[in-house]
């Protein structure tokens, strides 16, 4: 989905529909449109912070008022979180919205933005975050909508990935990823499998191959 003002209108949309009354961030290239359109609505309270792990608490903070609300960041701004979501929102079981731009993939013109894309997803699942992207503007209600029902529900944190490419296919949009052993070879004892498993109610499948061990 491409980084735009009408797509940042359908998030935006999305989010107030699902209830979300405050908005943490930090200025963003890719979240621009959506801190400018929270900006200027009376309805919505928009704190700016100087780090990100200061939205946890907000979030926090904002549960206990009966106010929901969501975090906006990059994946650099994710992990330096990490601490605040371990130990504040998955400790006393606190429901986190998050949605992280997915900055350092392919394509991605930024130096400094490059070393964050390689273990994003990999940090989610470390912490037993559920994740989904926001790759398509058909599906960002929906799950939207079901990632505020989930981290609700279990009180715990919750992601969706800003995702702005990706191999488009009839029916969603499919994600390769290859992992691969250190320096690039195999060991022996090693073995070549691939996986694939829904995302989303099905609308998205991702697909990856790893080395795993026989």
């Keep these: 989905m491409p980084v735009s003002l009408e797509s940042s209108k359908i998030i935006y949309a999305a989010l107030k529909a699902c209830g979300i009354r405050l ?21 919505m309270t928009l704190v ?19 106010v929901k609300s969501a975090m906006l960041m990059q994946n650099h701004g994710f992990l330096a979180s990490i601490n605040g979501i371990v130990s504040c ?11 992280v731009s997915y900055r350092g993939e392919f394509g991605e013109p930024d130096p400094w933005q490059t070393e964050g894309g390689g273990v994003t997803e990999d940090l989610l699942r470390a ?11 058909a599906h960002v209600a929906a799950r939207i909508a079901k990632a505020q029902t989930l981290a609700f529900s279990s009180n715990k944190p919750a992601a969706l ?54």
Excluded: N
């Design 127 to 137: 912490l037993r975050i559920p994740f989904a992207y926001l790759d398509d503007r």
């Design 23 to 43: 908005l943490s961030a930090l200025p963003e290239t890719w979240l621009v449109h959506l801190i400018q359109i929270a900006e200027g609505d009376p309805e």
């Design 48 to 66: 700016r912070l100087a780090k990100e792990e200061e939205g946890v608490g907000l979030s926090a903070g904002a549960h206990f008022a009966g």
């Design 161 to 214: 990935l800003l995702w702005t490419s990706g191999t488009t296919r009839s029916g969603g949009t499919t994600r390769h990823s290859t992992r691969w052993s250190r320096r690039g070879v195999a060991p022996a004892c090693w073995t070549w499998r691939s996986t694939s498993h829904a995302v989303a109610a099905g609308r998205t499948r991702r697909s990856s191959c790893i080395w795993a061990r026989r």
């Design 89 to 99: 929102a998955q400790l006393y079981r606190i429901p986190l919205l998050m949605l």
